[in-house]
């Protein structure tokens, strides 16, 4: 961002509506890095931090009804989508009251209420199945639209292949957005993957592709606009490639080792959500005050969630033996429950 | 009184899946070479896309991994997907899915979403098409907790329990061995209409005093010719299909051999942690003290599929394989 105006900019609210999700998603990760950090909770956590403004460009465009499918690096996506705050904490903790009543965790978060269907801990794998959420509002003849997320990492799985072909056989309203932070794992880009521009790959699907830069909300917004418009009016798929970086490495914990030092520091001074911020200030969208108070807002629900999910029971012993089918058979496999 | 109406596998299968998709829009096929003019490498399928339209019997490209995500998707979504993959031994290559995915999504999410799909999959050696396009692997989903396993015997099971499979809440893994097909010999009656066989529910198909059989799929005609040359030399076996391997009818099995106090497994898979060695140790835990002999196994060897026919045919159990077994628990 820079402090010109953006004749392609969208409407104010939808401005001020980017915003408060990335706040979410800035003050959430900020919160639990400070409490792993100070050993007030242990998880295994994947910063989204620096990818904000990828899942708050898909995140306006959406409609309560539309599908989300992501990955382990999924709380931005979770919090775009509007899975509660309360619930989401508490399943990160592994508490009774979360999304999953625990049992999944952060890497499996699902919340079919804000159509957060799948999160999924393989690389790739979600891919095949945001097609079947496709092919599902295809066949009712809903215009239901499905947004599956993924790195640049997982374009170089078969599944990618083969859930990206598929989709533009069957012209399923599916957005595949690679939201690309120029590493997979532990391994730059440059080393395992052999194009420049994972959207190159669309081609060879006959799907379009694109790449935005991620860390350009308007940008990205208008990108995923046409990308979710061309999906919802039966137009089928398209690939975006959103090229963003990742804050804090691969995991919690990581040493970045891997990780270029000038590269990283580069990319954290140009925070997308700082910069998005200083922009809408200086260009008259809001003021300063009007921010901080969505700031404000927002570091309060999460006070109200942090406290509710560490104040919330573990499941109870008997939820491990619960949820495996739909009926009594586990209660039959008396061997199998040992 | 009118004739009984005997079918064959393959066509009680088909009558199946034609009743599913004529009760219920939500029902759908997806795999490769289903629809028409083929209708299925094994024609299992056929005349179902004439019938229902190619928008419910879908013809994917060769891509097993795509072909069980979007059941899945679909089956969240609330559709009853009936995927196929084509021989089992392709699961191999879509198991992330079936696994990772289909088995934990209900777990995983705390119960808010379910995978109601099945997955249809012919199996099985007998055909000579060597190891890549032979195996039984029923154990790779028996092992992954979530999913639901069926091996029919008959015609009527095939029938029955797939209409079950389709209309289950949960994922079935549905194990067709591909011999059973359109082999005139498995032939059987068929019940007319929506009739459905119970998951977790053994059938008792012949009733003995002094040993308990116990098998699915299409080793049950196996055990039967064994039992019957066994009970000329004054043994009598009592012969159990299980028709589900999760949930499997713990209860018969305990009560049979309790009262018989000897068993022999019996399965096509490789005998090496096949679904006989669960059989096998539950057996053993449960009625150890009861027992007059050691629970024998029976299966295949322990090796890939051979091709050459004369190595196939000594790969898998014989009717001869099964009564040693049950004479080594004699005595």
Known sequence: ?338 | MSEPRIMLTGMALNEAMDIAMTLDDKVFLLGEDIAEPSGGVYKVTKGLSDKHGLHRVRKTPISEQAIVGAAIGAAIAGYRPVAEIMMMDFLAVCLDQVTNHAAKIRYMSGGQTTVPMVIRTSAGAGMGFGAQHSAMLETFAVHSPGMKVAVPSTPADAKGLLLTAIFDDDPVLFVEQMMMYWDKSYAGEVPVGDVRVPFGKAAIRREGADVTLISYGRQMRDCLAAAELLAADGVSCEVIDLRTLVPWDEAAVMQSVGRTSRAVVVHEAVTRCGFGAELSSRIHEELFGQLSAPVQRVGSANTPVPYASNLEADFIPTVADIVAAVQRTQG
């Open chain 1, 1 to 338: 961002m820079s402090d010109v105006e953006r004749p392609d900019a969208p409407d104010r609210d939808t401005l001020l509506q980017m915003f408060e999700i990335q706040s979410r998603i800035k003050l959430c990760d900020e919160r639990f890095r400070s409490m792993l950090m100070s050993g007030q909770i242990r998880l295994i956590y994947y910063s989204p931090r620096g990818q904000e403004c990828i899942s708050a460009g898909w995140g306006v465009h959406l409609r309560q009804d539309d599908y989300v499918v992501t990955i382990y690096r999924g709380l931005h996506d979770h919090l775009a989508k509007g899975v509660p705050l309360r619930e989401l904490w508490a399943e990160f903790l592994g508490r009774a009251t979360g999304t999953c009543k625990g049992k999944g965790g952060p890497m499996h978060v699902t919340h079919p209420e804000s159509g957060l269907m799948v999160t999924t801990g393989i690389v790739g794998a979600g891919i095949p199945i945001a097609n079947g959420f496709g092919l599902a509002a295809q066949l009712s003849g809903t215009d239901q639209v499905t947004v599956v997320n993924f790195g640049d990492g997982a374009s170089n799985i078969g599944a990618f292949h083969e859930g990206m072909n598929l989709a533009a056989v069957w012209k399923l309203p599916v957005i595949f957005v690679c939201q690309n932070n120029l590493y997979g794992e532990h391994t730059p880009m440059s080393m395992s993957t052999g194009v420049e521009y994972i959207s190159e790959r669309a081609a060879s699907y006959g799907m379009p592709g694109v790449t935005v830069d991620g860390n350009d909300p308007i940008a990205t917004w208008k990108v995923m606009g046409e990308a979710v418009a061309r999906a919802r009016s039966g137009g089928g798929p398209t690939l975006v490639e959103a090229r963003t970086y990742r804050f804090w490495g691969h995991l919690m914990g990581d040493a970045m080792e891997y990780m270029d030092k000038a590269e990283r520091k580069a990319a954290m001074a140009a925070d997308p959500v700082v910069l998005y911020r200083a922009w809408l200030i200086d260009n008259g969208h809001a003021t300063e005050a009007a921010l901080a108070e969505i700031e404000e807002q927002v570091t309060a629900a999460i006070d109200d969630a942090v406290e509710f999910a560490m104040n919330s029971p573990q499941p109870d012993a008997s939820e491990l033996y619960t949820d495996v089918f739909g009926d009594d058979s586990a209660a039959m496999l008396k061997g199998a429950a040992r």
